[in-house]
């Protein structure tokens, strides 16, 4: 079974997405948005979720509908610099040094700044 990874808690609309990968000076959008997409699992937010976020206990209605598409995509954790905001979730909940460590470990990737 694939690992799905993690959710973020950071919010990017679809058409926001297509617009800067196509929209970069570089040109290869088409492609750019094809390497995304091989990371980025997109979940659509529906009537449904929205339904269960109006009788959820959450207190963070935001945090809650991250968790929803968390679930959605069967990710292994939510990364979230808020991990007081997920206390109710059923998936663990990573902060940034944890994404970057497993990254490091599992995936062989070493995050750094570099200047672009």
Known sequence: MRSRGFAEGLWV????????????????????LGKLL??????ATDEDDC????RSDWSGLKDYLVYRSALGVKADGIVSRDADG??????????Y????????????????????
């Open 13 to 32: 609309r679809m058409r926001e997405l297509v617009s800067w990968a196509c929209g970069r000076r570089c040109g290869g959008g088409r492609e750019l």
């Open 38 to 43: 091989q990371f980025i699992h997109v979940y």
């Open 51 to 54: 339904a269960f976020m109006d």
């Open 86 to 95: 997920f206390a109710m979730s059923s998936i663990k909940v990573y902060d």
């Open 97 to 116: 040094d944890a994404l970057f460590a497993y990254m490091k470990e599992v995936l062989d990737l070493d995050y750094e700044l570099i200047e672009i």
